[in-house]
């Protein structure tokens, strides 16, 4: 199926708002809305708006109804409630004149299956002319709290039974601005009216109204800044515990608001021109988002799918030269590289779960400085394996690892219970995607107003704030996240979030390279995809026994799994990921027998995870195993690798202490590491930079395991072998793109021979502390 479209000049400002308004007949709008709003200087962010008709096919996700089994666990304690047993709820509806009739209704079990509905209403239009978006796709907005049906997670803080949760929309028209050549294209499905009326009348639109700031109508309620400050104090002791590494705590501020949440989407675009802007509105819901959103959580064309984690801020200086001290202060902090590069991590995962192996790679990383506040932003992308639903796509990323944390579902958790409430809209997403062409592109919800109607006026609800790692200043926390919402409650209720008396400064919006300063991050490079032919191959899950395995990986529910086992499949090695911790309970042993017998995997990795290793009875019981001689398959002892998590398994197997790093947590930082020329490290560099993530240390009590590598001081261990067998731990991440020799030191492991076992010996030797 070929679309209709024809190619007109344009002559206004914005002319995507202005369409919009003249199809609406009236200040205000009568009916579902949604535009997609690029606006500031073109980039290649913010090449393309786009208005879609609403006008066809509507797909709402609700909240189910349920019980909340509360108990208590805490997720800031490490406890994680895997699994959920709650189905979305599913509403498939038409448009006629009147309004919309549901014609269907779904119970579904995840995210994944509730786009499937969607993708099996799309109309399968080809992109012969390389279009950036096409009729008979979906458009519209996933709110945050849908995460429970993308990771698979329960929670307590859910919102009320019946809240919409969602919609999506099929567009069989759309307006698209090409800004950089100023011209306006409308592409449909033959006969739609937009086209039939452009055709007939041709193109007449007017300059669409911006209105003045507010002024200041009224301070919305929000939590103290000293409750705020409390709460990161809070998150920090989790991450000193080891529970995650990094958590993004958001801050509301809500009140009722003096206009139309429109005026307040009109302003931001005059105050803070934003590349992923929205403006959506359901009308018989009363729902309505604005947003300046300058986030991509992630695009598809062409079969390649990209993401732009934003992670890193400082504010906007008064004058240029101010400009560029703060941008080398922001690149210098290690606060704000480690949240960064921990981003850049966790995206590499996330897509390594959809994209061909060997293939994700870091592929950018800039400045973009907005007009109140400056990022550090990158860009990460991939080939999508062949014929990969959108849904797959969307639960792999969603929700985004920048306004979670990290690892992201222990993050998730700990995120609803320190907010105590649901999200919403906020840190959700906005887009679009057609599935046939592989066509796709969303938002990440920031820089966000949401607003409900009353029976009098509109309820507005702003959130923002940061990501908390064991850097982070409470202090300076609570001044970053009202930084970010200032230009949004500035919008809404001509308030400042505390700015009032010294107004932040507006400056015009640059992309910039990152300065050049000194230190171990000058030794981070950005990488190229892999293109060896004799790339490995990855299997998920322990069902399937007819692929050979040489390396089995131990999921321990981390955020950088995928990145190891991409990186043993550069090196030319199959890798197998099974979970280490299981939603349903089952038996060390027997699934670790089950393991050896039907795989016989020539090495096994013992992944990282959050918190300790006793919440993995499976990780404990092959570090026990392991140090005891007794990971054999055909008569060999196989090598071992305890990696992070695994290594504190191993010490603990061997009776020594693990305890809060006395020299604080790292997390996200490029280290230097000594080493003794032995085991793994015989044929590297010393020292090594390698990435840390780590809250807890190893004491030794003992002389089962011998120590081979230490932090710079020499004072806390980072490696750790055994004296017979190959087993070996490290307290760092060599996948990391923080660690530019990590694919050395993860061949080393995969080059160690297996040991022979001589039964009657072996029981001699092996002492169980």
Not at 112 to 125: D, F, G, Q, R
Not at 146 to 163: A, E, F, K, Y
Request: proline share 7%; with cysteine.
């Amino acid at each position: 199926m070929i679309p209709e479209f024809r190619t007109f000049s344009n002559s206004v400002e914005n002319p995507i708002v202005s369409l919009l308004e003249k199809y609406r007949g009236s200040e205000f709008p009568n009916h579902d809305e949604l535009i997609l709003n690029s606006g500031g200087p073109v980039t290649d962010l913010s090449g393309y708006s786009f208005l879609p008709c609403l006008q066809s096919v509507r797909i709402l996700f609700f909240e189910p109804l349920s019980e909340t089994d509360l108990d208590n666990s805490s997720a800031l304690q490490g406890d994680i409630k895997l699994g959920n047993n709650n189905l979305l709820t599913v509403l498939v509806q038409k448009y006629n004149l009147s309004g919309w009739d549901t014609v269907n209704e779904y119970q579904v079990e995840t995210l994944e299956k509730a786009i499937k509905i969607a993708e099996s209403l799309e109309l399968p239009y080809q992109n012969i002319a390389d279009y950036p978006i096409l009729p008979g796709g979906f458009t519209g907005i996933l709110g945050y709290d849908l995460n429970r049906w993308s990771v698979g997670i329960n929670l307590d803080h859910n919102p009320q039974d019946g809240t919409l949760l969602g919609v999506l929309w099929r567009s069989d028209a759309w307006w698209i601005h090409d800004r950089e050549a100023d011209q306006l294209t409308i592409i449909s499905v033959p006969n739609h009216p937009w086209l039939e009326e452009a055709n007939s009348n041709g193109l007449s639109i007017m300059e669409n109204n911006i209105f003045s700031p507010l002024e200041s109508f009224s301070v919305p309620e929000s939590e103290s800044d000293a409750s705020h400050a409390r709460k990161v104090d809070t998150i920090k002791e989790s991450i000193r515990q080891g529970h995650f590494y990094q958590l993004n705590y958001g801050r509301k501020w809500s009140g009722n608001m003096p206009s139309h949440p429109w005026h307040a989407f009109q302003r931001m675009m005059e105050g803070n021109p934003s590349p992923f802007a929205s403006w959506l509105y359901v009308h018989d819901h009363g729902w309505s988002i604005a947003s300046a959103s300058p986030e991509r959580l992630l695009k598809t064309n062409k079969g390649i799918v990209s993401t732009r984690p934003i992670k890193g801020t400082y504010p906007r200086g008064n004058s240029l030269e101010e400009d560029r001290n703060l941008q080398v202060e922001m690149v210098s902090s290690e606060k704000e590289i480690a949240e960064h590069l921990m981003l850049v991590d966790l995206k590499k995962h996330d897509l390594s779960k959809i994209c061909e192996p060997g293939s994700v790679h870091w592929s950018d990383f800039r400045i973009e400085a907005l007009s109140t506040v400056q990022h550090l932003v990158s860009g990460v992308s991939g080939k999508l394996i062949s014929n990969i639903d959108f849904g797959k796509i969307i639960s792999a990323l969603f929700p985004g690892g920048s306004i979670t944390g990290c690892p992201k579902i222990a993050s998730i958790a700990a995120i609803n219970e320190i907010e105590e409430s649901p999200r919403g809209a906020w840190t959700g997403s906005i887009g679009h995607f057609h599935s046939n062409s592989g066509i796709s592109e969303f938002n990440i919800l920031i820089r966000t107003l949401e607003s409900h109607s009353g029976p009098n006026q509109w309820h507005g609800r702003v959130q923002a704030g940061g990501g908390i790692v064991i850097g982070s200043n409470s202090s300076s926390e609570v001044e970053e996240a009202r930084w970010k919402a200032a230009a949004i409650t500035d919008s809404t209720w001509g308030f400042r979030t505390g700015f009032s008396t010294e107004e932040l400064p507006k400056r015009d919006v640059e992309i910039l390279p990152i300065p050049e300063i000194e230190g171990p991050i000058n030794t981070l490079k950005l990488k190229s995809p892999h293109t060896r032919s004799n790339i490995g191959d990855i299997i998920r899950g322990d069902s399937d026994i007819s692929f050979p395995t040489d390396v089995l990986l131990i999921d321990n529910l981390d955020s950088f799994t995928e990145n190891i086992a991409n990186s043993i499949v550069k090196l030319g090695f199959s890798v197998r990921i099974v979970d280490g911790r299981p939603k349903s309970h089952s038996d060390p042993n027997t699934k670790i027998k089950y393991w050896l017998e039907n795989f016989t995997p020539k090495s096994i990795i013992i992944g990282p995870g959050p918190s300790r290793p006793e919440q993995s009875q499976i990780t404990m019981e092959i570090a026990k195993l392991a140090v005891e001689g007794k990971i054999v398959t055909d008569g060999k002892h196989i090598p071992v690798l305890g990696l992070c998590l695994g290594h504190q398994a191993l010490g603990l197997a061997v009776g020594w202490d693990l305890i809060e790093s006395p020299k604080g947590a790292v997390h996200g930082v490029p280290s230097i590491i000594k080493h003794d020329n032995y085991g793994l490290y015989t044929k590297l560099d010393s020292p090594l930079i390698l990435m840390r993530y780590n809250s807890l240390i190893l004491i030794p009590k003992n002389e089962f395991m011998i120590c081979d590598a230490w932090d710079n001081e020499e004072n806390l261990v980072m490696g750790i072998r055994h004296p017979i067998f190959p087993v070996f731990g490290i307290q760092f991440h060599p996948e990391s793109v923080g660690s530019p020799q990590g694919y050395e030191l993860i061949l080393s492991f995969l080059e160690q021979e297996p040991v022979l076992i001589d039964p009657i010996s072996n029981n001699r030797q092996v002492r169980r502390p």
